[in-house]
């Protein structure tokens, strides 16, 4: 079965020169693709490398896709600012000529606001693509893996979908062989249900009453409805092993068996037909259900 489910989480991680990183990518189900992104300051110009990436993988559905990161690329430096060093002895000299006072420490040069620096370090722009380069590389593996969920999943969808369509086809057997179906057991009941109204015991003319139950079999006759309903059940296992995304055709195709056992239903003249009619649309509407998890 070559089917895929909407619904999935990948993730994947990376490391370089100190720099950590993680991405979560969740999918849900969604009418289109649509992939929303949250990543951290820094890295938004990702983003559009990174849907082009994803939509390879993913045709429809909801994505939620998340950035982490830490650590730093290389450590900070704190260095001395001679200038303002300068500055600052040559004014604590002065004053102390003038005013008396104990000699400048060290530590309080420290705490003056410019003596001291804190210098990051200066990447090459051969280091920075290495690095946008390790980080969609991440990308690609959880979209791999994202797009190996949705299948496993689909799998799963597939067994569940191929029983119910099992299911389908033999009740819609059951309709079709159902006795009371033919033209002998309309007439039958017709008779019964006219002499129970006049609540006598009269003949009818045969020839009149095998007329009319021709015509309430007429009115009554499910075959159309069965013809389209076997032909559903093949368009579906086509669905199942094409490669393509099935989900669209698949819920406009359930509709149609819907309407199909709807109007079963409606033209059944008789308990048991009724019965398999009602049984249909449960198992048509569980099919239902599983088809919206469908890509």
Known sequence: MALSSMTGFAQSTGEKDGLHWQWEIKSVNGKALDIRFRLPLG???LEP??????????????????????????????????????????????????????????EALMGLRGVLDVVQPLQSEAEMESRVNGVRQS??????????ARREEGARLANVLSFQLDKIES????????????????????????????????????????QEAIMISTRADI??????????????????ASPEPAGRKFDFLAQEFNREANTLCSKALDKTLT??????????????EQVQNIE
Request: aromatic fraction near 2%; charged fraction near 25%; proline fraction near 2%.
């Open 171 to 210: 009740l819609t057997t059951a309709a079709r062989d159902c006795p009371a179906r033919s033209v002998e057991a309309i007439k039958a009941r017709l008779k019964e249900q006219v002499a129970r109204l006049l609540e006598t015991g009269a003949t009818f003319d045969p020839d009149r009453l095998h």
């Open 275 to 288: 019965n398999i009619g009602l049984e249909l649309k449960t198992v048509i509407d569980q099919m239902r």
């Open 49 to 106: 490398a990174a849907r082009a990436s994803l939509a390879q993988h993913v045709k429809r559905g909801n994505l939620q896709v998340v950035l982490t990161t830490s650590g730093t690329i290389a450590a900070d430096t704190v260095v001395v600012n001679e200038a303002v060093l300068e500055q600052v002895l040559g004014i604590a000299e002065r004053l102390r000529d003038r005013i008396g006072g104990m000699p400048l420490n060290a």
């Open 223 to 240: 075959q159309e409805e069965l013809d389209r309903l076997f032909g559903h059940v093949e368009a579906a296992r086509a669905l199942m």
């Open 139 to 148: 990308l690609e593996v959880a979209a791999k893996a994202l797009d190996k």
């Open 43 to 45: 890295f938004d110009g």
